[in-house]
C-alpha cells in the first residue's frame, strides 16, 4: 500500500499568492515523522519542514507551514506569498518509528509546482 | 559548514560495466543514506548506516549493488555489471541524531548505454 499520497502532478499559481500542496499518509506507528522536500530542477534535494506526530502545533519556518491534521492523516504544505524561485518539484516524505534502523524516508510522487509571473 | 559532497556528479558508462560512487557526508553527522530516484519519480530508499555498521537495506539493493562506509565517514556505493535499469539519479543523505531532518546531496546521475 503506498504510504505517502501527493494528489496533485502539478500546479499553477500566480506570483505572490498562497499555494497548498496536499499530502495524506498511511501508518500504523504511533511515532512517525513528516518531511518535505523541495527539488529544482538542478536536482538537490533540498530540506524545508519536518513534523513530528507528537508534536501539538503546525510547524512553520519562514513562509513554509505545515497544516498538520493528524485525524485525517494529512501533512499539507503551505507556501505563504509565493516567489518566482519557488517553481520546483515538492516531496512530501514519512520516517516511521524511532527504533533502531527505522530511519528511512518514503516519499511521494512529488507535486511540480510553477509560480507564473 | 560544507554541505553532502557526491562525486562524480555524471557518469556515463556502457552496460556490463562496474561502477563505483563516493558520498562525503556533512562531517557531524553519524547516519547515511542512500536513495535512487529515477525520472517523475520520488526517491528510493537503498541503505542506512549509522557510524560504519550498515542497519538496512532495501530489497531493491540487489546482489549487484554494495555499499560501504568503512571508517564512518564517507561511503561508497558500487554497482557491478551495470543494466539499462540502473540509469537513475543515485542520491545520498546525513542526518545526526534524533528526529533530524536528512540532508541530501547533489546526487550522481547515472546513464547506462
Known amino acids: 500500500a503506498q504510504k505517502i499520497t501527493q494528489t496533485q502532478p502539478g500546479m499553477f499559481v500566480q506570483e505572490k499568492e498562497a499555494v497548498t500542496l496536499d499530502c495524506t499518509y498511511d501508518?500504523?506507528?504511533?511515532?512517525?515523522?513528516l518531511f518535505w522536500y523541495k527539488q529544482p530542477s538542478s536536482g538537490e534535494m533540498i530540506f524545508l519542514i519536518y513534523?513530528?506526530?507528537?508534536?501539538?502545533q503546525n510547524a512553520t519556518e519562514g513562509r513554509y507551514s505545515l497544516n498538520f491534521q493528524k485525524a485525517r492523516k494529512s501533512a499539507n504544505l503551505v507556501i505563504s506569498a509565493s516567489q518566482l524561485g519557488d517553481s520546483a518539484m515538492y516531496f512530501c516524505?514519512?520516517?516511521?518509528?524511532?527504533?533502531?534502523?527505522?530511519?528511512?524516508?518514503?516519499f511521494g510522487q512529488g507535486t511540480r509546482l510553477t509560480i507564473n509571473p | 559548514d560544507t554541505g553532502v559532497s557526491q562525486d562524480p556528479r555524471h557518469k556515463i558508462t556502457k552496460r556490463g560495466q562496474n561502477v563505483t560512487f563516493r558520498c562525503d557526508p556533512i562531517?557531524?553527522?553519524?547516519?547515511l543514506y542512500w536513495y535512487r530516484q529515477t525520472l517523475g519519480q520520488g526517491p528510493e530508499f537503498l541503505t542506512y548506516?549509522?557510524?560504519?555498521?550498515?542497519?538496512?537495506k532495501s530489497r531493491l539493493l540487489s546482489d549487484r549493488f554494495s555499499a560501504e562506509r568503512p571508517k564512518g565517514s564517507f561511503s561508497t556505493l558500487e554497482i557491478q555489471r551495470t543494466e539499462q535499469g540502473d540509469s537513475a539519479m543515485y542520491l545520498c543523505?546525513?542526518?545526526?541524531?534524533?528526529?533530524?531532518?536528512?540532508?541530501f546531496g547533489d546526487g550522481t546521475r547515472l546513464s547506462i548505454l
Open positions: 562531517s557531524e553527522h553519524n547516519r
Open positions: 513534523q513530528g506526530s507528537y508534536d501539538q
Open positions: 516524505a514519512m520516517r516511521e518509528g524511532v527504533v533502531q534502523g527505522a530511519q528511512k524516508l518514503v
Open positions: 501508518t500504523s506507528d504511533p511515532s512517525y515523522g
Open positions: 548506516f549509522q557510524n560504519e555498521a550498515q542497519l538496512e
Open positions: 543523505a546525513s542526518s545526526s541524531w534524533g528526529n533530524q531532518p536528512q540532508h
